[in-house]
């Protein structure tokens, strides 16, 4: 029997730490994030929902200097040092050629053939889901105590020749620094909208 939670709704302090008080960091402490960690952040957000289950998400990890250099080269000027200084980056990529592996992700039915001959289908599925898995890598960090810092300012082309190269069916979707962040970097809060104005019940 599959477990249910209607009647756990998560605490307020929980709520915050997910969205109501979390932030986006520029800056970090001097505490590092271990391997472990970046574990425990995947096998969280690998049980969130994907379209057929396609986990089309590749992501390369950028944690020693070297590695973090070579992404900070590819990105804009501000954004250098918001990777130089983290503890972690993960880069998010995808792979356009994700059916391969729906044999065993989605084992209940043929989804491999609905891709088969559509790259651009395919590419349209990679981004979209493999942009759901950032945003759940966020909520799994968020959820284990961590930080987060989302970046898109970078040359993608770049970031592709630099750490997708021995596999060009991969590009990058965006990248989001990881650690535990320093209060003094964060701006003022920008404005949320309230529900009705971009919302519609019909
Ligand atoms: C996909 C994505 C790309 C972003 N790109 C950048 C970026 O290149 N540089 C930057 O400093 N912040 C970037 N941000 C951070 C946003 O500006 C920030 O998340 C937003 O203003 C909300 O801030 P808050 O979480 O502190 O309320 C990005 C965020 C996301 C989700």
Known sequence: ???????????????????NEA????????KDVSDEQLVAIYDLMKMAPTSANMQPARIVWAKSDEAKQKLADCA???NKPKIQNAPVVAIIGYDIDFHE???WLFPHTDAKSWFE???????EG????????GAYLMLAAR?????????????????NEAFFADNTRHRTNFICAIGYGDPASIFGRSPRPDFKKFNRVV
């Open 23 to 30: 932030r986006s960091y520029n800056d970090w402490l001097d």
């Open 101 to 103: 592996e729906l044999p």
């Open 1 to 19: 029997m599959t477990k249910q939670f209607h009647d756990q709704k998560l605490s307020d302090a929980a709520l915050a730490q997910l969205f």
């Open 76 to 78: 804009m000027d501000d």
């Open 126 to 133: 990679a981004f979209r889901n493999s942009a759901l898995q």
């Open 143 to 159: 959820a284990l105590g961590l930080d987060c810092g989302p970046m898109s300012g970078f040359d993608p082309e770049a970031v």
């Open 117 to 123: 001959g559509d790259e651009t289908g395919r590419e």
